[in-house]
């Protein structure tokens, strides 16, 4: 029997032969016509559907102000979205288009007011499968998600097998993340909260806890005893053009440290969990946010570097930027780099930092996590240099250990560093899924290792929080550096202070 809403074909051969374990849910997505949710959210989930991970009746409902019926929605999901996605089978693509669902809702206005009538639309569609998984999935801005939760709980929408997913940013410093969990917090258990960050999906950081707890030639070695100190890079070479409102009040300190960079770093300096286990894992995450040394005060200027991209060539300036809004006080005083040395204090990584780094209008899209050893002991050959482990996220997922190796030839031994590579999409032949196709799988399967729990959210803040404020408090700007290049000097002085210098090798 087809499960197919009326007037959608039905294709043979079309039905999802689905996965063990799979089973019926209504994703709910707030923001569902909205840019996240076209270019990231659907055509994961299309995926997920083209590889039998969607049960037949699952749903997926868009809400948004657009005032759209089913058929808009499904026929602007079929210019919008099939060009992105690899439609092999015609079927399966209208079979997704058939899961699909519109309902106008505008939240601020509650379920019993007239502007607030489209809960109960949504309400109506939701009813009689209440036995079903039912997941929020708030693609908006974090001010709303209090809001949101308040008013489906209001219209009867919440039940005890509903989940919420939550995008970052959540909040703006500490204060205002307290403040979002604790509204969120009233409507929905922790056990029912995800809060998403994109990078835990990759494939590489994934690999890293396999990489560290399934093989034993490693842990010996991990620790402040063999590695000198750790990159972690987030570059891109895109600027904020059209952006420049939401980039003058996050910067990169909150776009991209707080979250995406502790979230490696957590991953990198963990201890081994007693068991794989989703609780034991965040237990551990949290362990190393909690034991991350302050930087405030004066040591701000020292640890830390902030920098603003200026045009250079064909490429304009953060100032200067297409389709942005007017240049503010804010926007001269915003960072789009930062960089900065952090320490853990703890018996495994005492005296070994950790260098974060991220900009925009770099020289090249990239991120990576490297792991540099010290030197041997004594060395009995000229010319070697230290070997170190380079976990790269993007563009290529892949893993890169650096070892010493001869040069071939006769005469004196010549040294010459030799890469051991992995590269994910070479070696293995299945499709490699995208980070969003990951996480939403692991929000259906209701398994939250790779999200954020509050107490790691809230201690991650803890730590960012007395540096933005140092940063508000001083009166000079962010260091300019050009765009195209590398950041600023005072990143590179910033390592270069105790001999050391970033891993600039071009992808």
Not at 128 to 143: N, Q, T
Request: charged share 25%; glycine share 10%.
């Amino acid at each position: 029997m087809s499960t197919a809403p009326p007037n959608v074909p039905v294709h043979p051969g079309t039905h999802p032969v689905t996965h063990p374990g799979t089973h019926a849910a209504d994703l709910v997505v707030f923001g569902g016509t909205g840019d996240l949710s076209m270019r990231k959210l659907l055509p994961a989930l299309y995926h997920s559907d083209r590889d039998g991970r969607l049960a037949p009746e699952t749903r997926v409902i868009a809400l948004s102000r657009g005032g759209l019926t089913d058929a808009d929605f499904r026929g602007k999901v079929d210019a919008e979205v099939r060009d992105s996605v690899p439609v092999d089978d015609p079927g399966v693509w209208q079979r997704f288009l058939g899961r699909l669902h519109h309902v106008s809702v505008d939240v601020g206005h509650g379920a019993g007011t007239e502007a607030g009538s489209g809960w109960s639309a949504l309400a109506a569609l939701l009813a009689g499968h209440e036995d079903r998984d039912r997941i929020f999935y708030l693609a908006s801005p974090p001010r709303t998600f209090g809001p949101f939760c308040r008013e489906a709980h209001e219209a009867g929408l919440v039940t005890p097998r509903s989940r919420v997913v939550l995008e970052k940013p959540l909040g703006n410093d500490l204060a205002s993340a307290q403040r979002i969990n604790d509204e969120v917090g009233a409507i929905f258990d922790e056990r029912q909260i995800f809060r998403i960050d994109h990078y835990l999906g990759k494939e590489t950081v994934q690999n890293l806890l396999v990489l560290r707890f399934a093989n034993a030639f490693l842990e010996p070695i991990w620790n402040s005893l063999w590695i000198d100190h750790v990159q972690i890079t987030a570059a891109e070479t895109v600027g904020t053009p059209g952006r420049r409102g939401y980039y003058d009040h996050a910067g990169a300190l909150r776009d991209m440290v707080q979250n995406h960079l502790l979230q490696l770093l957590t991953l990198t300096a963990m201890e081994p969990p007693a068991r794989n286990d989703r609780e034991a894992i965040r237990d551990e995450k949290v362990k190393v946010l909690q034991a991350l040394r302050p930087i405030a005060g004066g040591e701000v200027e020292r640890f830390t570097v902030r920098g603003q991209y200026t045009g250079a060539g064909d490429l304009p300036g953060y100032l200067d930027e297409p389709g942005s809004t007017p240049t503010t006080e804010m926007s001269s005083r915003v960072e789009t780099f930062t960089a900065i040395r952090a320490e853990i204090r703890n018996w495994r990584w005492a005296g070994v930092p950790f260098y974060l780094r991220t900009g925009k209008r770099m020289p090249y899209r990239r991120s990576e996590i490297v792991v540099q050893f010290k030197d041997v002991p004594h060395a009995i050959f000229p010319g070697g240099t230290p070997n170190r482990l380079v976990l790269r996220l993007q563009p290529e997922e892949g893993i890169e250990l650096h070892i010493m190796a001869k040069e071939p030839g006769a005469g004196e031994v010549a040294l010459q560093p030799v890469p051991m590579s992995l590269s994910f999409g070479e070696t293995f032949t299945a499709r490699v899924p995208e980070a969003y196709e990951r996480l939403l799988t692991d929000v259906l399967a209701g398994n939250p290792t790779l999200f954020m729990r509050r107490d790691e959210v809230e201690a991650a803040w803890r730590w960012i929080d007395p540096i933005q404020d140092a940063w508000k408090a001083a009166a000079g700007l962010p260091e300019p550096y050009p765009a195209g290049t590398t950041g600023p000097a005072g990143a590179h002085e910033l390592l270069g202070r105790s001999g050391r210098a970033w891993h600039e090798e071009e992808a």
